[in-house]
């Protein structure tokens, strides 16, 4: 049988794109990633948004929706949890990583990047909120080695994935001290080579 074909559209270096092609990796799914147009993105998505996965079956959109699919077409790698309880944990880190770190490390990033105004206040409480998500992150790391069960999920990829940016262009030593948890989970988790493979 012909392997099937998976094409996703996403920005150059976009960290929503990063959560799918490492998904991929340990799964061993084969994802083209094409030359991106905008207005290929707006045909197939409903909100014009990207990353979009283009499947055999049709379009699927939002990154986090892609990056399960991917998980799910891939179920020896084990990366959505060894069962219902894992499963929804790992829902729900994906949930954390959209909305308390993708969102303020955006906010915070976007200005440094030039994607976006400078101002201050958003820029300042952006900072603020994604250390008090650190702090929550932190704790929850103490003692463990992935955020859900004994091995690697698509948490700790959707969760590393949002820190990308954030721990390499913004986030100083002094800004990290009080989580280091979540630095050596970070460090642990992007050495792996699927990771590198995708991040560099
Ligand atoms: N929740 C969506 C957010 C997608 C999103 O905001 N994508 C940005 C690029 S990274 C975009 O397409 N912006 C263009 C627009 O909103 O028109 C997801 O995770 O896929």
Request: glycine share 8%.
């Amino acid at each position: 049988m012909a392997p099937k074909k998976y094409t996703l559209h996403a920005p150059a270096g976009s960290f929503r794109a990063f959560k799918t092609l490492i998904a991929a990796e340990y799964g061993g799914v084969d994802v083209t990633v094409a030359k991106f147009d905008g207005s290929v993105v707006k045909k197939l998505s409903p909100f014009g948004r990207a990353p979009v996965l283009e499947t055999e079956q049709g379009a699927i959109t939002s990154s986090n929706a892609i990056c399960r699919y991917i998980s799910a077409i891939s179920p020896a790698a084990g990366l959505l949890g060894a069962n219902a309880l894992e499963r929804v944990e790992v829902d729900g880190w994906l949930d954390f990583a959209s909305r308390e770190l993708e969102l303020p490390g955006s906010v915070w990033i976007y200005p440094v990047v030039g994607h976006m105004d400078f101002r201050p206040e958003a820029y300042a409480r952006a900072k603020e909120d994604l250390a008090a998500s650190l702090a929550a992150l932190d704790a929850r790391l103490a003692g463990r080695t992935y955020l859900v069960g004994g091995r690697l999920t698509l948490a700790d990829i959707a969760v590393a994935c949002a820190l990308v940016y954030p721990f390499k262009l913004v986030a100083d030593p002094a800004y990290l001290k009080p989580h280091a948890n979540v630095v050596k989970w970070f460090q642990n988790c992007v050495k792996a080579p699927e990771f590198v493979n995708v991040i560099g």
